[in-house]
């Protein structure tokens, strides 16, 4: 099994940054990528950033260029840290880890509003 627990949510305003981490524990071995979700109030989950194994990453283009994906392997820890937000970047942001064995994961969220 994966377990992942997501950290560093909170209220921030329009223009701020915030960092969140995804702190997973469990079969990490087995895990080929994470990536970041996020679901706003009467809209569909949709994928924000995902990073492979490998170290490659993707972007949603609503956040290219503002967010950036990383992870220390050390740590077994992913990051998103999030520049330049804006009030449209509320939503509850969840981690999500695919493993090979078990299957995707996912954390239980972290509330992020954006407001002034």
């Known amino acids: 099994q994966v377990q992942l627990v997501e950290s560093g949510g909170g209220l921030v305003q329009p223009g701020g940054s915030l960092r969140l981490s995804c702190a997973a524990s469990g079969s990490i071995f087995s895990i080929n990528g994470m990536g970041w979700y996020r679901q706003a109030p009467g809209k569909q989950r949709e994928l924000v950033a995902a990073i492979s194994s490998g170290g490659s990453t993707n972007y949603a283009d609503s956040v290219k260029g503002r967010f950036t994906i990383s992870r220390d392997n050390a740590k077994n820890t992913a990051y998103l840290q999030m520049n330049s937000l804006k009030p449209e970047d509320t939503a509850v942001y969840y981690c999500?880890?695919?493993?090979?064995?078990?299957?995707?994961?996912w954390g239980k969220g972290t509330l992020v509003t954006v407001s002034s």
């Open positions: 999500n880890a695919d493993s090979a064995i078990y299957g995707p994961h």
